[in-house]
C-alpha cells in the first residue's frame, strides 16, 4: 500500500507470455495490489500514457520492442509527473541485463521466479516510489508555502512603499531634515526588502513548474537601452560611465523571447555591475555568436564587463547556485544570479563569468535567435 494513498499500489506487468503474465498476476492480487498488464510493449507505452503506475514488471526480451528499448523511453522520452521504478524480469542466459539497468532499471530478477524473491524485490522497489513521492511530496509543500509567503508579503511590503512615498513627498507634513533622512533610509530598505522577496517569489516560480513564459520578436539593442537608461541614475550617482557597444556585423538583434524576463536579466546582470563596481565604467556588448554551420551567427551573445575588484576564482563555479552568497561585503541573498540562470536556461541560452580579481568581471550570456 502506498503511504501517500488509500488506493493499492498499480503495478504493471509487461510480458509476451500469456502463461507468465497470468503466474505474476495471480501472485501479485493475492497480496493485494492493483495489476495492469500489457503483452508488448508498444501497448505499456500506451499504458502508461493514459494512466501511470507505481511499479513495472518488465519483460527484457520480447518480440518488436524489447525491454531495452521500453526502459529507455520510459526513462528519456515520457514526460512523468513522479518516477516509476522498473523491475526486468529476464531468463537465465539473456545477455547483458547490466545494460537495462545502466538505460535506466531499478533491479531484475530472473525466471523461472519465486514467489517470496518476486515479492521481496517488489516490495523493495515500492518502498522506493514511496519515499521519493513523499520526499517530491515535501518539496511541493515547501515551494507552495515559500511561493504563498513571498506572495503575502508584497502586499504589506508595497502598502509600506506607498506610505513612505507620501511621507518623503510632504503629502502628510513638513519633515525635519533628520525625519526625511530616516525616512530615505526606511524607503531604501523596504525597497531592498521588496525587491529580495519578488526574486523569491520568481525562484519559486520557476523551481514549481508554475512559471510560463510568452515568447514574442524582442528587439535587444532596444531592450538594452531601455535597461540602461533605467540603471543611469545608480550609475551617475557613483560616478561610473556606462558604455554601450555593438559589434558593426550585428545586423540582426531581435530574438525569440519573454521580454519580461530577459528585462529582469539584464537589469539583474548591470545593476550587479554597478553595484559592485566602485570606479571606472560598465560596459554592455552586443555581437553574433559565429558557428561553422550558421555562418551569419545563430545566435546573439551579450556581455557585461566592469572594472569592479573582480571574483575570486574559486567562488566562480558556484556563483549561479541557489542561495549562493559572494564574499564581497555588498553581497546579496545568492538568488539574483540563480534566477539569471534559470532565465537563460528557459531561452536556450548559456550564461557564465569571466573575472580576475583586481581588475573587473564579465559575465557573457550567449542566446539563441530561434528558441
Known sequence: ??????HPDKILVVDDSPDNVFLIKTILEEEGYAVMTAENGIVALQQLEASPCDLVLLDLMMPGMDGYEVTKRIRGEMNLQQYIPILLITAHDAPNVAHGLDLGADDFIRKPVTVDELLARVRSLLRLKHSMDERDEIARQRE?????????????????????????????????????????????????????????????????????????????????????GELTPLAQAKGLAIKLEYAEDLTNSKI??????????LTNLVG???????????????????????????????????????????????????FRQGSHKSAGSGLGLYLSRRIVEAHQGQISVDSTLGKGSEFIVTLPFKN
Do not use: C, W
Not at 525569440?256 to 536579466?265: F, Q, S
Open 1 to 6: 500500500m502506498s503511504s501517500l494513498s488509500p
Open 144 to 228: 507552495d508555502f515559500v511561493s504563498r509567503l513571498t506572495h503575502d508579503l508584497r502586499t504589506p511590503l508595497v502598502a509600506a512603499d506607498r506610505m513612505l512615498m507620501l511621507f518623503e513627498q510632504g503629502a502628510l507634513g513638513n519633515l525635519s531634515p533628520q525625519m526625511q533622512e530616516a525616512l530615505t533610509i526606511m524607503a531604501r530598505s523596504n525597497t531592498n526588502l521588496l525587491s529580495m522577496v519578488n526574486t523569491l517569489l520568481e525562484v519559486y516560480r520557476f523551481e514549481a513548474g508554475r512559471k510560463t513564459l510568452a515568447f514574442q520578436p524582442v528587439e535587444l539593442k532596444q531592450l538594452v537601452e531601455e535597461v540602461v
Open 256 to 265: 525569440m523571447g519573454d521580454r519580461l524576463e530577459l528585462h529582469r536579466l
Open 272 to 322: 550587479n555591475a554597478i553595484k559592485f563596481t566602485e570606479s571606472g565604467y560598465v560596459a554592455i556588448r552586443l555581437s553574433p555568436e559565429i558557428s561553422s554551420s550558421h555562418p551569419n551567427g545563430d545566435s546573439i551573445k551579450i556581455v557585461v564587463a566592469d572594472t569592479g575588484s573582480g571574483i575570486p576564482s574559486e567562488e566562480q563555479s558556484t556563483l549561479f547556485q541557489r
